[in-house]
Every structure is written in structure tokens, then in C-alpha cells.
């Protein structure tokens, strides 16, 4: 393809060389870049890849698309400047795939918690009903049962190049519907421009992120941003962030709700520890939902992906058969079976506003104790740290405090940033910085009927220190705990 075709739609300086440079490979890491790449040098916060440009030219790179000047580039070389180097790779990333968004229904789902969920319970509907499915998300990329070769560790919403070969890849395996997580960041950092949204969906808006974005307008500010780029929004009216997405939006806005009045309410809600019951209300219309996930957040989740799936044409009969269906998202209420007689739940809440969902859950859902065991990630929001601790003191009748993804952060004063919080309540605690024993502490107190709640980590099988990072699943310790008895 023609470098000036990829440039379509970017205002652009050709510094040297010829825009009809003809390209075979696109790249913004100077590892990957093959014989007549371009080279999109981003100027990221940690990374300046314009120091790179002179590597790429040497590993074959034919043009560089840049946003300051690089010295010493050879001639020949096809130098194009723009404005912004990340924002104009998403359009080139584009492009160079032939715009794949185009090509299927795409859901995308935005939001500080649920977004996974969520995600999980529109593609399962879709998929009950022969749809082939693609999903982006925290956990896994895939189409169908098929991962597709991307590294999961980071980040949820891949970068603009990733995401299109991605959705590349799926329009060459026919797929008809894709499901993606849409983060802040990626909003923030260009990496869903130019994706063709069918449905925006917003789950709600809470303390995170807050080291990336400075303040919660700015955090919200930039999710709201997607629902600039859809044709139509699904809105959890209960948020009380809720307005500010829905004067904001430029699309068809549908809510959707258990408190206040909404498009898709949920009525008559039965939580037990089997899953929840509701009445689904339609503008009138009423259908029985059955959903094998306890919590309260549950329904908000189901509600979310029943509008999606209805705005996409499904019927209320065939999107109920379809939850019925659904059963454990990895790392997401996740219980682990056990023969013990309490109940064992490894969730992923890692936000104060996630903690206090599963929490309160839980403590619906039984007379005797709750016990949690969860950390706070390392280099991340510091100011949420007490929020956790003392939400967990709260809802806990006995907590223990421990790692999460310590990083290059000193576990130990990570664990006390989070003490600060669980003091200003009643709640009984210890403090283990190391995971494993503390997993084992928590389980080894349990007696029938109790719940206890491992918090934090989910569905990720590492946990990340300064100088390494080691196998670690919250499931498999606990199962490990089990079976020793």
C-alpha cells in the first residue's frame, strides 16, 4: 500500500522523501520492524520512540511518520510530520487493514468495574445464538474457543496497531459480533480512534486510575469520550455519573437500571447464593431473567449486556434463554468448590467501589462470618489504599492484609498505606505480606457457613514484584489449601 493512501484523512508535512513509498509492514516498536515498514515514532510518557527512528531505518524501516524532529535521517527516506504521532497511528493502523470495525457489529464496554463481565455474559448470549464471536479484553483475545497470539499481562484495550490486526484477523475468520473492554487509558491515548462502534456501554464510574488521570472529571472525561463514537449508548442510570454521560453523549442513549426508572429495569430481585432472579422491564414488556452469578452487581451486569444484545437485534426471549446459560467468568465470583461446608470466592475487585460490590454481596448472602484476604496494587492510585482498607473492615468480620501486585514498591508499606483505613473500624486483622500464607491463614480460620472473599488478584495467574515476577493463581492456592485437609 501507497504511504500517501495510509496518510488519508491526516494533515501531514512531507519533510523528504516521496508519499508514494510503497508499504509492506507497519510498526511503532523498532524490534518488530521488517523490510519497507514504516515506523510511527509516539512520543509516550515513559518512551520518546523518535530515539528509535534511526534503529528502525537501519532494521529496514522506508518512512517514519514523526511529531519532532529526528536528526541524522538518511536520504531516501520518506519523513512525514503530523501533530499527534499516536493519534495519527490509528488512523494508518486503519487503513492499512481496510477498516475491519466496519465489518462486524462491535460492542464496546467502558466503565471502572463490570467491564469483563459484561463482556463475558453479551458474547456468551451471542454465541448461545450461533454468532461468531470475537472478544478484547482483560482476561484474553479470542474468536470463539480460538486465543488469538496477543500478551495478555497488558494491556485490556490494545494498542491502535494490535487492535486493528486484531480485528483483521477476525474478519478473516468470519467473525459476526466483536466484544471489547474499552479502558480510560485506551480512550485517552487514541488506541480505539477510528473503531466503528455499534454499542457504547458505561457500567460505573469510581475511585481509579486517579495516577494516570489526575481527578475524577478527567477520568470521567475521558470515558464519556466513547460515547462520542458510537451509534447508540446503554447507560446504568443508578451511576450517579450517570447524567453526565447522557448530555454528553452524541448518540441514541438507552438506560438501563434496578433503582430509578430506566429503559431495561430490573424488578423482583431474588439473590441467593445459587445466583440471582429478576423480572426484566421493558418499556412494559416483562421477562423472567435466571442468572447462575450471585450479586447485586450481577444483575447490573446482565442488564448491561440485555440491552446490548437487544439493541442488536436479539429478542428478550432468545437473550434470556442465553443468560440462563451463563455461568463462572474467571476470576470474576469465582467460587471454588469444596467440601468444607463455607464458600470460597476469588473475585478481582481491586477498585474501593469493587471491594464493597463483592463485599456487600457476600454479606447478603450469609448469617456467619466474613473474611477477606486482598492487598493493593503497587505504583498504582495510592490515595485508594485507606478507601479499601477500611471498606474491608466494614463489610469483614475478620481481614487479612496482604500482597497484591507489590511491583517496585515496598510490600510492606503498601500494606500499611491499607492499615491506615481498616483502623478507623472494628474489624479484627492481620497482616501476611506474603499471598500464599496469607490465603492459607484466612481458609485455615473458616468454619460452615462462612464466606471468605480473596480479593484483588482474579483471573491473573503472575503476581509482580521489583525484580521478578512469579507464577501466582489465587484459585490453585486455594485449591492446594483444600486438598491438604
Known amino acids: 500500500m501507497k504511504l500517501k493512501q495510509l496518510l488519508n484523512n491526516i494533515n501531514y508535512e512531507l519533510i523528504q522523501g516521496s508519499d508514494e513509498t510503497e508499504i509492506k509492514n507497519i510498526s511503532w516498536d523498532s524490534r518488530n520492524v521488517g523490510e519497507d515498514s514504516l515506523f510511527i515514532c509516539v512520543k509516550g510518557k515513559n518512551v520518546d520512540r523518535h530515539d528509535y527512528a534511526l534503529t528502525a531505518v537501519e532494521k529496514g524501516a522506508i518512512a517514519l511518520v514523526i511529531q519532532h524532529e529526528v536528526e541524522n535521517i538518511p536520504e531516501g527516506i520518506a519523513v512525514i510530520k503530523v501533530e499527534d504521532s499516536q493519534a495519527s497511528m490509528a488512523v494508518i493502523a486503519s487503513e492499512f487493514y481496510n477498516h475491519p470495525s466496519r465489518k462486524f457489529n462491535l460492542v464496546g464496554i467502558t466503565g471502572t468495574n463490570g467491564k469483563t463481565s459484561t463482556s463475558y455474559f453479551i458474547s456468551e448470549i451471542l454465541e448461545s445464538l450461533g454468532k461468531n464471536v470475537g472478544v478484547i479484553g482483560t482476561i484474553e483475545n479470542?474468536?470463539?474457543?480460538?486465543?488469538?497470539?496477543?500478551?495478555?499481562?497488558?494491556?485490556?484495550?490494545?494498542?491502535?496497531?494490535?487492535?486493528?490486526?486484531?480485528?483483521?484477523?477476525?474478519?478473516?475468520?468470519?467473525?459476526?459480533?466483536?466484544?471489547?473492554?474499552v479502558t480510560s487509558i485506551g480512550l485517552d491515548h487514541h488506541r480505539v480512534d477510528e473503531c466503528d462502534f455499534n454499542i457504547g456501554v458505561f457500567t460505573n464510574l469510581t475511585q481509579d486510575h486517579l495516577d494516570e488521570h489526575g481527578t475524577m472529571e478527567n477520568y470521567r472525561d475521558a470515558k464519556i469520550k466513547l460515547f462520542k463514537m458510537c451509534k447508540k449508548g446503554i447507560i446504568n442510570v443508578d451511576d450517579p455519573y450517570a447524567q453526565d454521560f447522557i448530555k454528553a453523549a452524541t448518540c441514541e442513549v438507552l438506560t438501563y437500571g434496578i433503582d430509578k426508572e430506566a429503559d431495561y429495569k430490573a424488578e423482583d430481585i431474588v439473590y441467593s447464593l445459587e445466583g440471582v432472579k429478576f423480572t426484566l422491564n421493558y418499556h412494559g414488556e416483562k421477562k423472567a431473567i435466571d442468572l447462575k452469578i450471585p450479586g447485586k452487581f450481577s444483575v447490573y451486569n446482565a442488564l448491561a449486556a440485555i440491552g446490548s444484545c437487544h439493541s442488536l437485534g436479539l429478542s428478550l426471549e432468545d437473550i434470556a434463554k442465553g443468560i440462563s446459560f451463563i455461568h463462572t467468568v474467571r476470576g470474576r465470583f469465582e467460587t471454588v468448590p469444596n467440601s468444607k461446608g463455607y464458600m470460597v470466592v476469588v473475585d478481582y475487585a481491586h477498585t474501593p467501589d469493587g471491594l464493597e460490590n463483592i463485599l456487600s454481596s457476600v454479606r447478603a448472602l450469609t448469617d456467619k462470618k466474613v473474611i477477606s484476604v486482598f492487598g493493593c496494587g503497587g505504583d498504582r492510585d495510592r490515595t485508594k489504599r485507606p478507601v479499601m482498607g477500611e471498606i474491608a473492615g466494614k463489610l469483614s468480620d475478620y481481614c487479612i492484609i496482604t500482597s497484591d501486585n507489590p511491583r517496585t514498591e515496598d510490600p510492606e508499606s503498601i500494606l500499611k498505606d491499607v492499615e491506615e483505613g481498616i483502623k478507623k473500624t472494628n474489624c479484627s486483622y492481620e497482616m501476611e505480606v506474603d499471598r500464599k500464607h496469607g490465603i492459607y491463614s484466612a481458609l485455615s480460620k473458616a468454619q460452615p457457613g462462612d464466606i471468605i472473599v480473596i480479593a484483588g488478584k482474579g483471573h491473573e495467574t503472575y503476581q509482580i514484584f521489583k525484580d521478578k515476577t512469579i507464577h501466582f493463581d489465587d484459585v490453585e492456592v486455594a485449591k492446594e489449601f483444600l486438598q491438604k485437609q
Open 142 to 181: 479470542k474468536i470463539g474457543n480460538q486465543s488469538l497470539n496477543v500478551e495478555k499481562k497488558n494491556p485490556t484495550t490494545p494498542d491502535s496497531l494490535d487492535l486493528q490486526s486484531s480485528f483483521n484477523e477476525m474478519v478473516k475468520n468470519g467473525v459476526t459480533d466483536v466484544v471489547m473492554e
